[in-house]
């Protein structure tokens, strides 16, 4: 079992920054890659962006050149900087890992983005 924990989350005004940090603990050795996904209201929940135990990262299209996926293996944490803040970026961001043979997710943190 993976335990994930988001923090970070909040209310900041269009053109800002915020950072997400995703604690992972339990059986960290089994996960091959972490990431970060949203769910704006009414909406389906969708990629952000990933990072491989490589350190190979991905991004969705709405996303690229305003936020970094980043992870410190020492401390079993993922980032999130998010920069240039859109209200469409408003939504719930979940951490999600992928083991062999599970997912993972955690339980969402708010990130609410005013114009």
């Known amino acids: 079992q993976v335990r994930l924990v988001e923090s970070g989350g909040g209310l900041v005004q269009a053109g800002g920054s915020m950072k997400l940090s995703c604690a992972a603990s339990?059986?960290?050795?089994?996960?091959?890659?972490m990431g970060w996904y949203r769910q704006a209201p009414g909406q389906k929940r969708e990629l952000v962006a990933t990072?491989?135990?490589?350190?190979?990262?991905n991004y969705a299209d709405s996303v690229k050149g305003r936020f970094t996926i980043s992870r410190d293996d020492a401390k079993n944490t993922v980032y999130l900087q998010m920069n240039s803040l859109k209200p469409e970026d408003t939504a719930v961001y979940y951490c999600?890992?992928?083991?062999?043979?599970?997912?993972?997710w955690g339980p969402g943190t708010q990130v609410t983005v005013s114009s």
């Open positions: 990072i491989t135990s490589g350190g190979r990262t």
């Open positions: 999600n890992a992928n083991g062999q043979i599970l997912s993972y």
């Open positions: 339990g059986s960290i050795f089994s996960i091959n890659a």
